[in-house]
Structure formats: C-alpha cells, structure tokens
C-alpha cells in the first residue's frame, strides 16, 4: 500500500504558476502510473492528467495541454503537476492518486490511493 500526501497549493493571481508535489511512501512509486484529478465544491473530481509508471507517457485533459506538465522523480519517490497560465477556473482542490494497474488511466474509480488534497485558488 502507498500513501500519498500533496503539497504546494496556495493562492495565486492568474496567469501565475504554481507547482504542486505528491510524495509517495509505503511503496516505491515507480509501480504506479499517477494521475492528477481536481475538484470544485459540488462538483464530481475530474482528470487532469497522468504520467506512466516510468514517465515516458503522460496524457492530459484538454484543457490544461500547454498549461499544466506532470512530472516524476521515482528516485525521490515525488511527482510533481507544474502549472502554468493559471487561469480562475483552474480553481479547485488538487489531488494525486495512483494505480498499480494499468501504464495509463483516466477515470478516478481506476485509481486505488489518494492523496488528501491541496487548495489551489486563482484569483481575476
């Protein structure tokens, strides 16, 4: 089992960047492909993107290609979701989670562990 806690949230203006971490342990993270989801209040959590067990693949929404770049560093057990271009309507709570499944996912119920969630809030 991985356990997986987000970091780097905060407040920004738009057309700022933020980059948010997810560290990972229990487990090596190099056995998961890691995803990246959001969620607003009321609203069900939404890909944003993920990234291959080995990194060689990553796939986003449409909305944030350009924007926002996942990363990893399986040495330091860390993926990291830079964001650039913020705009308000990325606002929302920030999740990573994993999956020791499949080399690609894009539904939330695909994803066994999740992290707790980090705010990202931008401001017009």
């Known amino acids: 089992q991985v356990q997986l806690v987000e970091s780097g949230g905060g407040l920004v203006q738009a057309g700022g960047s933020l980059r948010l971490s997810c560290a990972a342990s229990?487990?090596?993270?190099?056995?998961?492909?890691m995803g990246w989801f959001r969620q607003v209040p009321g609203e069900e959590r939404k890909f944003v993107g993920y990234?291959?067990?080995?990194?060689?693949?990553?796939y986003y929404t449409d909305s944030v290609k350009g924007r926002f770049t996942i990363s990893r560093d399986n040495a330091k057990n860390t993926v990291y979701l830079q964001m650039n271009s913020l705009k308000p309507e990325d606002t929302a709570v920030y999740y990573c989670?994993?999956?020791?499944?499949?080399?690609?996912?894009?539904?939330?119920?695909?994803?066994?562990?999740w992290g707790q969630g980090t705010q990202v809030t931008v401001s017009s």
């Open positions: 990234i291959s067990r080995s990194g060689d693949t990553t």
């Open positions: 989670a994993a999956d020791g499944v499949r080399d690609g996912a894009v539904f939330a119920h695909q994803y066994a562990y």
């Open positions: 229990g487990r090596t993270l190099s056995l998961y492909t």
